[in-house]
């Protein structure tokens, strides 16, 4: 799909709806290679300081991976709370 920063002021006339596809799908690869930037960042840091805590480079992948793990299932825990809570109160404003 052509960038939409290079769409001239006519083919966006001509095209607004592929116009505005082309300025999501832009937006979504943005964001996928800012979360791998970020991602690449975050697995940098706790390397060193997984190392600089006696532990080895070849067992920082694995703790690192541990530890996302572990982040993600708290993080849908809480979602899943949250979600029930919000449940809660809707039917407790019903009745």
């Known amino acids: 799909m052509k960038d939409p920063r290079n769409w001239s002021n006519r083919e966006i006339e001509e095209d607004s ?3 505005k596809a082309a300025q999501q799908a832009c937006r979504q690869d943005e964001a996928v290679a800012a979360a ?3 991602e690449e960042r975050d697995r940098a840091a706790f390397e060193s300081e997984y190392v600089a805590a ?9 703790a690192y991976r ?5 982040t993600a ?12 809570l919000a449940q809660r109160g809707a039917t407790l404003n019903k009745v």
């Open 36 to 38: 791998q930037r970020n």
């Open 17 to 19: 709806e592929g116009y």
């Open 66 to 70: 541990a530890k996302r793990n572990e």
């Open 54 to 62: 006696g532990g080895t480079k070849s067992g920082a992948g694995d």
């Open 73 to 84: 299932a708290a993080a849908a825990a809480h979602a899943d709370e949250s979600a029930r």
